[in-house]
């Protein structure tokens, strides 16, 4: 199912959250900020233009991301497989879709949108990384308690180092 979102529209699951959160479909991946009330800095950093780094590992299971916006710091975030994915074979020269959303957590309304097209290889290594972690019989509660423990045993700084598929998107 393709959701669609817009600026100025609420998504209600974001109100009173903070945080980066992930969800992979066949159509790409989503990062979504969540910060309460984003400074003038956090808006124009996840805007296009700015700079984005992205990096990809696999830990315990589990498909683990950081992400630097700009000049922001470092975050973090995981994906929960909640159904298969079937992906298509990638032109050599196109790589997935990255959308983020930018969204005050306040009251769950989105700020900005900027999609960006992931590089052809850092894809193709996403694409057998979303394929392996799928492939393990997964819990979605067991998921989520396992993330909250890699993201507490590890900084996100010690996870960006172990994280091997690595790309970086100027402008």
């Known amino acids: 199912m393709l959701t669609s979102f817009e600026v100025g529209s609420v998504i209600q699951q974001f109100i009173g ?16 900020f969540s910060f309460p009330d984003p400074t003038p ?4 950093q996840l805007k296009s233009g700015s700079t984005f780094a992205m990096r990809s590992g696999i830990f315990d299971d589990i498909l683990m991301f950081a992400m ?21 074979e990638l032109e ?3 790589g997935m879709l990255l959308t983020i959303i930018l969204i005050d ?48 045993k590890y900084s996100t700084d010690n996870l960006k180092f172990q994280m091997k598929n690595r ?5």
């Open 92 to 94: 050599p020269s196109f």
């Open 105 to 152: 957590g306040r009251d769950g309304r989105v700020i900005s949108i900027r999609a960006i097209r992931l590089p052809h290889t850092f894809s193709m290594t996403l694409i057998e990384q979303i394929k392996d972690v799928q492939n393990v019989d997964h819990d979605i509660e067991a998921v989520h308690r396992t993330a909250m423990w890699i993201q507490s």
């Open 68 to 88: 630097k916006p700009g000049s922001l710091p470092w975050a973090d975030a995981y994906w929960v497989p909640t159904h298969h994915l079937q992906f298509e």
């Open 17 to 32: 959250i903070e945080g980066v959160f992930c969800d992979i479909s066949e159509n790409g991946m989503t990062l979504f």
């Open 41 to 44: 800095k956090e808006k124009s």
């Open 167 to 171: 790309c970086e998107i100027r402008g």
